[in-house]
T-cell receptor
Framework: EAGVVQSPRYKIIEKKQPVAFWCNPI?????LYWYLQNLGQGPELLIR????????DSQLPKDRFSAERLKGVDSTLKIQPAELGDSAVYLC???????????????FGPGTRLTVL | GQQVMQIPQYQHVQEGEDFTTYCNSS?????IQWYKQRPGGHPVFLIQ?????EVKKQKRLTFQFGEAKKNSSLHITATQTTDVGTYFC???????????FGKGTTLSVSS
């Protein structure tokens, strides 16, 4: 079974440029997460989808970040314009979903390492 | 808001020594998960604990969930070089609306 796929793996851009990350979750997983991970830190949730609905985007900086999950499968995370402080690893994860309020295990993709110059 | 803290931040051991990392939450948790991230890799799920006082074992790894469901620990017996990495706990609040990761404990092992 294929795991969570993310692309690109690495991205270097200049500040103020736009950038987009793509994620394909494990087949059949209804829940999709985007995380940001800085060096030496744990993953920080940006947005969580249940199917095509964004159920938690409270930590997403909406002035520059946007995300979509059309048809409840693939997802795209966009930053426009990028700032120096956005340099980090962007992780996508998927899970079969929550059951009765209990989170199931999350399967992480390899991440996209973004460098903003 | 809910906070999940892990100690220590770093731990270096000689191969064969034991290792323990501790996770503490500011609020009562619904459940707790543990992940391992190898250098340059992504987090990989290890286990989930749900019940108060629960203890689970995976070979040399022992996971505990506190009676009050506010803390947890991961203990590795007789560490090996393959245990190197960062271990994260992630706690879910009782409403099931948030899963917060700790900052992790990075383990290094010398042979």
């Amino acid at each position: 079974e294929a795991g969570v796929v993310q692309s690109p793996r690495y991205k270097i851009i200049e500040k103020k440029q736009p950038v987009a990350f793509w994620c394909n979750p494990i087949s059949g997983h209804n829940t999709l997460y985007w995380y940001l991970q800085n060096l030496g830190q744990g993953p920080e949730l940006l947005i969580r989808y249940e199917n095509e609905e964004a159920v938690d985007d409270s930590q997403l900086p909406k002035d520059r970040f946007s995300a979509e999950r059309l048809k409840g499968v693939d997802s795209t995370l966009k930053i426009q314009p990028a700032e120096l402080g956005d340099s980090a690893v962007y992780l996508c994860a998927s899970s079969p979903g929550t059951s009765g309020g209990t989170y199931n295990e999350q399967f992480f993709g390899p991440g996209t390492r973004l460098t903003v110059l | 808001g809910q906070q999940v803290m892990q100690i220590p931040q770093y731990q270096h051991v000689q191969e064969g020594e034991d290792f323990t990392t501790y996770c503490n939450s500011s609020t009562t948790l619904s459940n707790i998960q543990w992940y391992k991230q190898r250098p340059g890799g992504h987090p990989v799920f290890l286990i989930q604990l749900v019940k108060s006082g629960e203890v689970k074992k995976q070979k040399r790894l022992t996971f505990q969930f506190g009676e009050a469901k506010k803390n947890s620990s991961l203990h590795i017996t007789a560490t090996q070089t393959t245990d190197v990495g960062t271990y994260f706990c992630a706690g879910s609040n009782q409403a099931g609306t948030a899963l917060i990761f700790g900052k992790g404990t990075t383990l290094s092992v010398s042979s």
